[in-house]
């Protein structure tokens, strides 16, 4: 497997879903290939940081506005 | 049984659905309560910016609430939020096109291979390094440079964690496009990133 070839299965390998036979070819080459290997590890960090549930939080003011909206919703249609 | 102990009685989702549908606040703002955070970041993450992102919030669940009978228990509760949002996400940055220059598409010619130019290892642990509103920024500023279409895919399938499917039904693509989509953001974004992060 060459390098094109490795980088066209790293989407694939991320996902778990690939057979094992071209598993096992792109492991053999990600062993031997530092370059590769750097994407394939850069790419699930890239993954990861977009994930961490730490960034990105609901400010309270935000989150009051929608439940003050909500509310006022809900009475004037059970009125 | 019981996965929320917290939450007692009011625990099971569709308990809480059947119960906001006979009428219950309480119950929907429970449901509320659960998803809205990541309705928020998801609405960050595609409109880019934090105006947008509660416009989308406030519509999406005050959509959800007025569309609530219309919601079937075939599909998860969560899945259908995340469609509304996303329904409100698109539209807005539609809108937006015009006065500002937001790629929907992909307009330039580049359908082939995604070819990755930095081969640089990355510091270790960036999100402890950073400050948490920088890392926010330098990751905001890679989703922006992709177009629309490309950074939704990304956030459905790898952040929100919907399936292929979910994710091809709700952007009325192909499941290949989804794939192809999917991989070409995950490599650029990481090029993108791959500027402020590696090492040295
Ligand atoms: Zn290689």
Redo the contacts with the bound molecule.
């Keep these: 497997m060459n390098?094109k070839d490795?980088l066209r299965q790293i989407s694939g390998y991320l996902d778990g879903n690939m057979d094992d036979e071209l598993k096992s070819m792109l492991q053999v080459?990600l062993k031997c290939?530092h370059?590769?290997q750097i994407v394939f590890d850069t790419t699930k960090k890239t993954i990861e940081l977009y994930c961490d549930g730490k960034l990105f939080p609901l400010p309270n003011t935000v989150r009051e506005r929608l439940h003050d909206a909500l509310r006022a919703k809900w009475e004037s249609r059970s009125k | 049984m019981e996965t929320h102990p917290q939450a007692g009685a009011l625990s099971d989702e569709s308990v809480l659905v059947a119960e906001a549908k006979a009428g219950s606040y309480a119950a929907f703002e429970e449901l509320v309560n659960r998803y809205e955070k990541k309705i928020y970041r998801l609405g960050l993450n595609v409109t880019g910016n934090p105006e947008d992102a509660e416009d989308m919030l406030q519509e999406t669940f005050l959509k959800a609430f007025e569309h609530l009978q219309d919601f079937r228990e075939d599909s998860r509760f969560y899945t259908w939020i995340v469609r509304i949002a996303i329904n409100q996400g698109l539209m807005k940055l539609r809108k937006r096109r015009s006065s500002k220059e937001v790629q929907i598409e992909d307009t330039s010619n580049d359908d082939g291979e995604v070819i990755p130019r930095d081969f640089a290892d990355w510091r270790p642990n960036p999100e402890e390094e950073l400050e948490r509103t920088e890392l926010e920024e330098i990751l905001q500023n890679a989703a922006r440079l992709l177009p629309m279409t490309f950074r939704t895919v990304f956030f459905l399938r790898d952040v929100e964690g919907l399936s292929t499917e979910e994710t091809a039904e709700m952007l009325n693509l192909s499941e290949g496009a989804v794939k192809a989509r999917l991989f070409r953001a995950r490599l650029r974004l990481r090029e993108e990133l791959s500027k402020t992060l590696k090492r040295g």
């Design positions: 390098c490795a080459h290939c370059h590769c």
